[in-house]
């Protein structure tokens, strides 16, 4: 990584006005360091692009990855596609310790999904029952980096359909053991009983969100819960629904009237003012790289194009605290006029140095 001091020049975002932004380490300035390298001299600047449901410790395909280098890699094809900053929203694979790598995107992250026992994917969840799940919570709270990840529902195969994966009570001591850890906790939601529960119990992000009614939109809203809504992976539950239709006819339709309907869920909880930000969803069935293409999508469920680019930069970065840091992302092209850019950043500063 290149130490040198650098100076960039462009339409900084979201301020709109032509600006000389000058780099050292990780201090952004407007006043001129004295021989700084011009690295670019035009264009349109972004605080770097972030993915807030992401996992590097999940394989392509759905195994847990078996490495640090092969998180590593996986977090490198986001970089390329100008993910600065990434939430890795549950990982069965440890991997403390790249959030100190300087040529790794900034990384907040959760440890292991903490999942009902034999009711969620093999390998992915640490597994325990309602009453161990608070002390599991407050042990994964100190595994990640300020966050927990809960799975809040899945398929019941007795009942054939999605529900919660505990009762009321457990959901609440697990947003509670979490906040005593001092850590943030977010939760898989697909189905409607399991995000109404764990957003009346105060959790702070909802991930998906499928199920989510008006009422429960208003409450996130007036709450301030965040919601990331995935829409890439939504997008595939028709294809997750007929795989499994043959067995499962009640959750397949289930899950086809969920897909569906978010987009209409999306546009409610956005003019609602529910916090939203970009999750690709990526590992497992979703190629990594794919934040700008989610950030299309939230402009097609209705979001403004400026608030679309926002989900997915500057009040993404300051919700995960990354704001104010020497990470850039430079179009040649106005993402305002037109949001395809965003699939071809022509520079690329991460902490400080070019990487593109």
Not at 41 to 46: N, V
Not at 225 to 244: H, S
Not at 257 to 280: C, I, N, Q
């Amino acid at each position: 990584m290149n130490p040198m001091a650098l100076h960039v020049r462009g339409v900084l975002l979201p301020d709109d006005e032509v600006r000389d932004l000058w780099i050292e380490g990780d201090r952004l300035s407007f006043t001129a360091l004295p021989g700084a390298e011009t690295v670019s001299s035009r264009g349109f600047i972004l605080p770097g692009l972030v993915d807030a449901h992401c996992h590097i410790g999940i394989a392509p395909g759905g195994p847990p990855v078996t490495s640090v280098e092969q998180a590593k890699a996986l977090a490198m094809i986001d970089r390329g596609a100008g993910v600065l900053a990434i939430r890795d929203a549950g990982s069965p694979f440890d991997y403390a310790g790249l959030e100190d790598d300087p040529e790794m995107p900034r990384l907040a992250r959760a440890g292991r999904h903490v999942a009902p026992p034999r009711r969620y994917l093999p390998e992915i969840g640490v597994e325990v029952p309602a009453e161990e799940v608070p002390a599991e919570v407050t042990r994964q709270a100190h595994k990640g980096t300020e966050w927990v990840k809960l799975v809040g529902d899945w398929i019941d195969r007795d009942r054939g359909d999605l529900a919660p994966a505990w009762d009321e009570a457990t959901f609440a001591k697990a947003v509670a053991a979490a906040h005593a850890a001092g850590a943030r906790i977010t939760a898989h939601c697909f189905e409607e009983s399991s995000v109404a529960t764990l957003v009346r119990a105060g959790i702070d992000c909802v991930e998906h969100g499928t199920g989510l009614s008006l009422d429960v939109v208003d409450e996130m809203a007036r709450r301030g819960t965040a919601l990331v809504p995935t829409m890439l992976n939504v997008a595939r539950f028709e294809e997750i629904a007929a795989a499994g239709e043959a067995k499962y006819p009640l959750w397949a339709k289930h899950m086809r009237k969920l897909g569906r309907e978010f987009p209409k869920v999306v546009a409610a909880a956005y003019e609602a003012g529910v916090p939203l930000y970009t999750g690709s969803d990526a590992g497992g069935g979703i190629e990594h790289g794919q934040v700008a293409r989610e950030i299309l999508r939230l402009h097609r469920a209705g979001l403004s194009t400026v608030d679309a680019i926002a989900a997915g930069s500057w009040r993404a970065r300051e919700w995960l605290g990354f704001d104010g840091l020497a990470d850039l992302t430079i179009y040649e092209r106005d993402p305002r006029v037109d949001l395809t850019v965003l699939l071809e950043p022509a520079r690329i500063i991460l902490r400080g140095s070019v990487v593109k």
